[in-house]
């Protein structure tokens, strides 16, 4: 089974960090994100090959990763020439891909039993897998209810708290699944998944209550970095 990393943004929410180092090269403890990430995936047995997309400053991603000899995985690079958006991005690894396989983002640290959710996805026989996680915020403003008309105010609900599964950016996928993101588009996953569940194709939900940390803005990088370098104080 094969692995697909999605390492070719810009990350702008993250400058000026990501000026001179790519999102998933920023480092957390003594290593870059993206090794975390290539750790994990090598606990499950029957993987072989990680692919990673690049583009914004890949030659810093290569240099450090290699053909993968020295982390014990053969790795390999999808290029593209400008940066994609997920879909688009993912779509660059078509042709390197021979069958069902796994896909993530690569601005996130994943800490999940990743084994049981592609035997869930198997046995299942689905189209695509989505990780989702459990999340609770408060919203910043209170909101106001009004009547059908909209003229009478009938309730006020001061800064209420919402909860539901976001997305996680960990899937399984067949691959016949890269057949519906268009060639050389900057199209997010969001509007092909989107497109499958129009299709009415399965899509399984593998729902986690913890082991998902996301990287995609300064105060969750720094929240990590912090976490990562305590953890790494008391070895």
Known sequence: MQ???LAG???TRLQPYTFFIPKPMLPLGNKPLLEYLIDWIKKLKNIDEVIICVSYLHRTIEDYFEDGGRFGMKITYAHSERPLATGG????A???LNDRFICLYGDSVYDFNLEKMVKGHEKSKAFLSMALMKYKTRLKYGFID???KG???TAWREKPEVEGLINIGCYIMEKEFLRMIPKSSTIGMDKIVKDVITQKKKVNAYTIASGFIDIGDKRSYLDA???YMKKLGSI
């Open 3 to 5: 692995a697909v990393i």
């Open 9 to 11: 943004g810009l990350g």
């Open 89 to 92: 991005q993912l779509k660059t």
């Open 94 to 96: 078509e042709k390197m």
């Open 146 to 148: 009004t009547n059908d």
């Open 151 to 153: 003229n009478i105010v």
């Open 225 to 227: 970095y912090k976490k």
